[in-house]
């Protein structure tokens, strides 16, 4: 299991990452939490997709995307300004350059494929993670925040639901509401801040996480 950072999705090296990763947020949105969102021939994307985000992809096998995550600097570009206002308190969002916003985390809950690092990672991890899917999520969380300190980020905003904020809670990352609880297309949805920092990172960092890799040409032909 592999932490993939694409920060060009232009190139064609990571064109099938890309397109995996569209097609898990595909399952995940639409067919599993059936939000109403832009669904062609099996993959989601949405105009954020074209503001050159960066994107951290959690990888099994050779193409197996079971994770995901979208992130781009606030000040460029912000679906909670933009789509989601109503979640901020007063309908602003304070940016400052070191705040960078997440969108579309999404994690595969169907049961991988056996192999023997999977099963070692697993075995070294069962305390704290009991399943598969709180691994996959734990590791993709762990990612951001790995990403995140190499690049000088302090915050972390994003737009999501009171589940996942009690699931982000229980793992040691706790959010910071920016505003109320409002319920969006039946789901109750909530715009917070996150602590982007060594020691969260420390917190919620499983037992065999690896370093991220950065997708590059030069590194996809070796």
């Known amino acids: 299991m592999q932490l993939v950072v694409i920060e060009d999705a232009q190139q064609p090296h990571s064109a099938s990452l890309?397109?995996?990763?569209?097609?898990?947020?595909?399952?995940v949105f639409a067919d599993r939490l059936h939000w109403d969102v832009e669904n062609v021939d099996g993959q989601e994307r949405d105009q954020f997709d074209d503001q050159a985000p960066v994107y951290i992809l959690l990888v099994e096998g050779s193409h197996q995307v079971v994770g995901s995550v979208r992130l781009h600097p606030a000040a460029r570009c912000s679906m909670l300004r933009q789509v989601f206002p109503m979640l901020l308190e007063g309908g602003k969002l304070h940016v400052h350059p070191r705040m960078i916003e997440s969108s579309r985390f999404c994690v595969d809950k169907h049961k991988p494929s056996p192999s023997p690092g999977y099963k070692r990672l697993k075995r070294t991890a069962a305390i704290a993670q009991p399943s598969f899917s709180s691994l996959r999520t734990r590791m993709l969380l762990a990612g951001i925040i790995d990403w995140c300190l190499s690049n000088e980020y302090l915050e972390l905003v994003t737009a999501t639901d009171v589940r996942f904020e009690r699931i982000l809670r229980m793992a040691g990352w706790p959010m910071k509401r920016l505003g109320p609880?409002?319920?969006?297309?039946?789901?109750e949805s909530v715009a917070g801040s996150l602590e982007i920092s060594k020691a969260v990172f420390e917190r919620l960092r499983p037992e065999g996480y690896r370093p991220f890799l950065a997708l590059t040409t030069q590194q996809r032909a070796s």
């Open 18 to 27: 890309m397109q995996a990763k569209l097609q898990l947020r595909s399952k």
């Open 181 to 187: 609880v409002t319920v969006i297309n039946e789901t």
